[in-house]
């Protein structure tokens, strides 16, 4: 999904109050602002609903094997670092600072920023797609080989690969400033 379907998402789901109030002078811009804010807020929460899917699905992989199959060593802790790296990122993710400022607070978001921001953002779900896609391929190969070690080695420096963007982010939203 675009930035554009997302924010037509939001505005499709307007009351019809809120379409009327569009139509007030300064009312328009402030609920502009408002539905970028969503965005910015759903987007993220795609990207987090991503990474919960993609862990599940390499832990439901990894739950299946026998008891002789079991990790050790190397393999145990890749599972750990997966493990780790995945809950930092989604964790950074979720409770990032949303792209933009209150109606008080006292740095406000231009809005030529603010989709700089959303922008950015739809990166980081392609990078979440590419990670469940990591972890579906290293599903299918048989735990504990080399392959298998290699395909979680490409999936960990893909979540850390994530981790730089949200670092990058946040390096955005630092650079926000100014009058609205």
Same mark, same amino acid.
């Given at each position: 999904m675009s930035?554009k379907?997302y ?7 307007r009351?019809l109050l809120e379409k009327?109030?569009?139509y007030?002078? @300064? ?6 602002k408002e539905?970028?804010? +969503? ?6 929460m ?6 919960? /899917? /993609?862990?599940?699905?390499?832990r439901?992989a990894? %739950?299946n094997?026998s008891?002789?199959q ?8 890749r599972l750990?670092a997966?493990?780790?790296?995945i809950?930092?990122v989604?964790q950074?993710?979720?409770?990032a600072?949303? @792209?933009?400022a209150g109606?008080f607070? %006292?740095?406000k ?5 603010l989709?700089?921001?959303i922008r950015h ?5 392609e990078?979440?797609e &590419?990670?469940k896609?990591g972890v ?6 048989e /735990?504990g080989?080399e392959e298998?070690r290699?395909a979680?080695?490409?999936v960990i420096?893909?979540?850390? /690969?994530l981790?730089?963007?949200?670092? +990058?982010?946040?390096n955005?939203l630092?650079g926000?400033?100014? +009058? &609205?």
């Open positions: 930035k379907d924010l037509e998402k939001v505005k499709g789901e009351t009327i109030m569009s007030i002078p @300064g009312y328009r811009g402030y609920k502009e539905l970028r804010r +969503e965005s910015d807020r759903l987007i993220r795609e990207v987090v609903n991503r990474l919960k /899917a /993609a862990k599940m699905d390499f439901r990894l %739950a094997l008891t002789t079991k990790l050790v060593g190397d393999d145990a802790y750990e997966f493990n780790a790296r809950d930092r989604t950074r993710i979720d409770k600072v949303a @792209g933009y109606m607070d %006292a740095v978001v231009k809005e030529d920023k989709d700089a921001v953002d739809l990166s980081l779900i990078k979440a &590419a990670i896609a579906k391929n290293s599903n299918q190969i /735990a080989t298998w290699a979680v080695d490409a420096a893909e979540i850390e /690969a981790d730089k963007l949200v670092d +990058e982010r946040a955005i630092r926000i400033g100014g +009058e &609205a």
